[in-house]
């Protein structure tokens, strides 16, 4: 073999070397490049994804925010004319008080009395009562005027026991049974 030969071959090996180093360099560029298409392709899927995911979480707790106020609102509206409602009320049993049946009431609620803390109690009511509780409780009425809306306040003789049927702690005690009742 010659020096020229040994030249070509040793060239031709070279060659043949670098065509293989540059369809290795070509393939590993290839793979790359789709390596790195896929991930954008992932990517941008991920982030629509979590874009789509977060625009849905923000949409349902605006409506749910919104739904909340909105029951806010229908529960403050409710009560005020609920709280208007038992204010009616108060004025109508106010103006019970000046019905003809309202002395017979009294009587049967120191009936109650009697029956409830014994015969001897002390009753009292309002200033504008005392003339019927004077008549219906005798003895037993005590002439100081409570602040109430009507109705009467009865206690044992020694101050122990004591019943309240005035209109206030009646309306108080049933308040939700007279909200439901106006609802």
Same mark, same amino acid.
């Given at each position: 073999m010659t020096l020229e030969d040994l030249v070509d071959e040793i060239r031709r090996r070279g060659e043949a070397d670098l065509a293989k180093v540059a369809e290795e360099?070509?393939?590993?560029?290839?793979?790359?490049?789709?390596d790195r298409d896929r991930r954008l392709v992932e990517i941008r899927a991920e982030s629509k994804r979590l874009i789509a995911?977060?625009?849905? =979480? $923000?949409? @349902? #707790?605006?409506?749910?925010?919104?739904?909340?106020?909105? &029951?806010?609102?229908?529960?403050?509206?409710?009560?005020?004319?609920?709280?208007?409602?038992?204010?009616?009320?108060?004025?109508?049993? =106010? $103006?019970? @008080? #000046?019905?003809?049946?309202?002395?017979?009431?009294?009587? &049967?609620?120191?009936?109650?009395?009697?029956?409830?803390?014994?015969?001897?109690?002390?009753?009292?009511?309002?200033?504008?009562?005392?003339?019927?509780?004077?008549?219906?409780?005798?003895?037993s009425f005590d002439p100081r005027p409570q602040p109430i809306l009507g109705g009467l306040v009865a206690e044992t003789p020694d101050g122990s026991r004591r019943l309240n049927l005035s209109f206030d702690e009646l309306l108080r005690l049933h308040e939700d049974q007279v909200r439901e009742l106006l609802a």
């Open positions: 360099r070509d393939r590993v560029a290839a793979e790359i490049a789709a995911l977060k625009t849905a =979480r $923000d949409r @349902t #707790q605006r409506v749910a925010a919104a739904k909340l106020r909105a &029951r806010k609102v229908i529960y403050e509206v409710r009560e005020a004319r609920l709280g208007r409602a038992v204010e009616e009320t108060r004025t109508l049993l =106010r $103006d019970y @008080t #000046q019905s003809r049946d309202y002395p017979l009431v009294l009587r &049967r609620m120191f009936q109650t009395a009697t029956s409830t803390l014994g015969k001897q109690v002390r009753v009292s009511g309002r200033g504008e009562d005392a003339a019927v509780l004077q008549k219906v409780a005798g003895h």
